[in-house]
């Protein structure tokens, strides 16, 4: 990269086993599990916390990805759920669903985690890119209040989600569907002050079967057949909601928040679709606010137990679903899920469905349709092999996470949190060894190898 080379920066003198560009859901686990292999680790994080999408874009709960009865993801993700448990910001529900949680407490929780591992963080601090020799990362440039620095070490993780460092490095990658189009962003928001016994009440008596007020899940998609649909349609005529509204709008309780709801929503703008674009990055916020000023005004009109409620939080962050996805050497494909396909070198088992937020309109949900391939089985799985966390052209580099080597399609199932925990375990690990032995060269860490440590960490491989 010339762009670095040519500004003014200061080289830090202190080096690195591992240096991971990204502390998010895959970033975090990553730091923690290449910690606890030994290596000297640093998480470079742009926002003030850990936790990505999970914490910053307020993305709760984890979405379930089980077969046959049996939890796909365990290692970190279970040592995760066991201390939000334990603090009151995790929850199961009465259906053994443990995947619901307190996104303010996840901050702490991985915080707490990556230190005793013995891991590092540097906040607020934006990794601009990569010095590449040989086809070889030596350092990252980042930028923080330090001005512009370059820091080394021997191996890499760029989990970003955007693939910043990849794609900066001169990896090839895909972006968007056939037409360049990506997944439609959200804001999310919370809605606090809401009296959810009374809300419950009111959801369950009109067709939205409820736990309780702990565990509540309510939504309203256009043609869905929801029971809320004539209450959008008549806050449509009320001048309260615009038609875009009842694209897709989604709410969760919140374990720890005893009146507060967390929103799935709103979609933002079709136009305004590509989150590695930064000025469709910013409008989405502008865009998101305008909707929630809508959204929480119908919940106050409309549905009883919210008359007095308010906004919560905007979440910090935009919920950006897909953008850049890298070529590894493997590229995970739609043939792959619907086959079931295994792999030598798994390093994740997934059998959560593909789940297209389209801007083009609908939904595009895989397990809502009819199927004979070896996917629709109760307990079918596929696997997500370690090459395809691999890039191309870049030997000492691992991208976990929503833009590891996949299709638009495949993108869509394996991008959630608990595939992306399992996919930051395998990197931290493999980034670990590759630079204990191997001067961080990561194609050297054998695969089935891998596998075999990952399960001595408890991991489901
Ligand atoms: C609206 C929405 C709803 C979803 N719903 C669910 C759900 O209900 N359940 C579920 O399990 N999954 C859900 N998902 C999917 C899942 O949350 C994400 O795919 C996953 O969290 C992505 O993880 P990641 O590690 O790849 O990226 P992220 O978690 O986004 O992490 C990227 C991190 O890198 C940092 N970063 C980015 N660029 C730089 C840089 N240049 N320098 C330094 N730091 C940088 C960011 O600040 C962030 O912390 C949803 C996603 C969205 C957007």
């Known amino acids: ?23 998010g859901t895959a970033g975090a686990i990553a730091g923690i599990a290449a910690a606890r292999e030994g290596a000297k680790v640093l998480v470079l994080e742009a926002q003030g916390s850990l936790g990505g999408t999970g914490t910053n874009a307020w993305v709760t709960p984890l979405m379930k990805n089980v077969s046959g009865g049996v939890n796909l993801n365990r290692g970190l993700t279970d040592q995760l759920k066991a201390r939000l448990l334990s603090r009151g910001d995790g929850a199961h529900d009465g259906g053994g669903n443990d995947n619901w949680f307190n996104p303010e407490g996840l901050k702490y929780v991985l915080e707490r985690m990556l230190i005793e591992a013995g891991g590092e963080v540097l906040y607020h601090t934006n990794v601009v890119a990569p010095i590449v020799k040989d086809e070889r990362i030596t350092s990252l440039v980042i930028h923080n209040k330090g001005s512009l620095q370059a820091i080394s070490a021997d191996a890499f993780i760029d989990a970003t989600g955007d693939a910043d460092v990849a794609a900066a490095a001169g990896v090839p990658f895909h972006a968007g569907d056939e037409d360049g189009l990506h997944q439609a962003m959200s804001l999310r928001f919370s809605l606090a002050g809401v009296d959810l016994e009374r809300l419950c009440a009111f959801l369950t008596q009109n067709g939205q079967w409820q736990e309780s007020p702990r565990f509540m899940h309510f939504w309203m998609v256009w043609n869905k057949k929801s029971s809320l ?15 875009r ?3 897709y709008f989604q709410a969760f309780s919140v374990p720890g928040r005893a009146s507060e709801l967390s929103f799935n929503c709103p979609r ?24 929630i000023e809508r959204l929480i005004n119908f919940c106050r009109l409309y549905l009883p137990g919210c008359e007095d409620a308010y906004l919560g939080t905007y979440a910090p962050m935009v919920g950006v ?16 899920i619907l086959e079931c396909r295994k792999f030598e070198d798994s390093i994740c088992k ?8 389209s801007v083009k309109g609908g939904a595009k949900l895989l397990h809502e349709r009819e199927g004979t391939a070896p996917y629709f089985a109760a307990d079918a799985y596929h696997e997500i092999p370690y090459r395809a966390i ?72």
Not at 229 to 243: H, K, M, N, T, Y
Not at 268 to 291: C, V
């Open 268 to 291: 933002i703008r079709a136009d305004l679709n590509d989150g590695a674009n930064p000025w469709h990055l910013s409008a989405a916020q502008t865009d998101g606010r305008e909707s």
């Open 245 to 247: 509204d009842g694209d």
């Open 229 to 243: 649909e004539p209450l959008f349609r008549q806050a449509i005529s009320d001048g309260v909601l615009e038609e």
């Open 321 to 336: 679903r897909e953008t850049r996805r890298i070529v590894g050497d493997y590229t995970l494909t739609l043939t792959d």
């Open 1 to 23: 990269m010339n762009f670095p080379l040519s500004l003014p920066y200061t080289h830090l003198p202190q080096r690195w086993d591992v240096l991971i560009a990204g502390g």
């Open 350 to 357: 997934n059998h959560y469905p593909v789940d297209i937020h």
């Open 390 to 461: 691999v890039p191309q052209g870049i030997s000492n580099l691992l991208v976990p996470g929503r833009s590891a080597s996949s299709s638009f399609e495949a993108q869509s199932s394996i991008r959630v949190q608990q595939n992306c925990h399992s996919m930051g375990e395998a990197a931290g690990v493999a980034a670990a060894w590759a630079a204990r032995e191997y001067g961080g060269d990561v194609r050297r860490v054998g695969g089935a190898a891998l596998r075999e440590r990952l399960r001595e960490w408890g991991a489901n491989v």
